[in-house]
C-alpha cells in the first residue's frame, strides 16, 4: 500500500520538544516535496511546514516559525519535523504529505497522507 506513516507524536508539557518522522512506504519521496499539516479538534487542517524535493528549501507557518525545523533524509526516505518551545496550542493531530507540485499551503496538493500522529502540549 502507497502510503506515508507518520510517528513521534506524544504528550509534552509546554517549553518542550519532539521530532515527527514522516517515512514513506512503497515509493520514494526523493525529488517530492513534503509538506506537514495539522488539525486540531474542531478546526480545519492546517499546514505548518514545507521542504523541497532535494531539502534545498524550506518553508514554515507563521506560527511555527523559529521554533520548527523541517529536514529531511533521502537515503532513509523520511522526512523530519523538529519541534521546539511547544505551546498549548501546537496541540493537533500532525499529518505529512507528498506534494505534485512542490511546496504549497494547500492540502489537495499533497497526496498519500498517513493516519497522523497526535501531539499533545499540556501540563
Known amino acids: 500500500q502507497l502510503q506515508l506513516v507518520e510517528s513521534g507524536g506524544g504528550l509534552v508539557q509546554p517549553g518542550g520538544s519532539l521530532t515527527l518522522s514522516c517515512a514513506a512506504s512503497?515509493?520514494?519521496?526523493?525529488?517530492?516535496?513534503i509538506g506537514w499539516f495539522r488539525q486540531a479538534p474542531g478546526k480545519e487542517r492546517e499546514w505548518v511546514s514545507c521542504?523541497?524535493?532535494?531539502?534545498?528549501?524550506?518553508y514554515y507557518a507563521d506560527s511555527v516559525k523559529g521554533r520548527i525545523t523541517i529536514s529531511r533524509d533521502n537515503a532513509k526516505n523520511t522526512v523530519y519535523l523538529q519541534m521546539n518551545s511547544l505551546k498549548p496550542e501546537d496541540t493537533a493531530v500532525y499529518y505529512c504529505?507528498?506534494?505534485?507540485?512542490?511546496?504549497?499551503?494547500?492540502?489537495?496538493?499533497?497526496?498519500?497522507w498517513g493516519q497522523g500522529t497526535q501531539v499533545t502540549v499540556s501540563s
Open positions: 504529505g507528498r506534494s505534485v507540485l512542490g511546496c504549497t499551503t494547500a492540502w489537495n496538493t499533497y497526496g498519500y
Open positions: 512503497g515509493f520514494t519521496l526523493d525529488g517530492y516535496a
Open positions: 521542504i523541497s524535493g532535494r531539502g534545498a528549501s524550506s
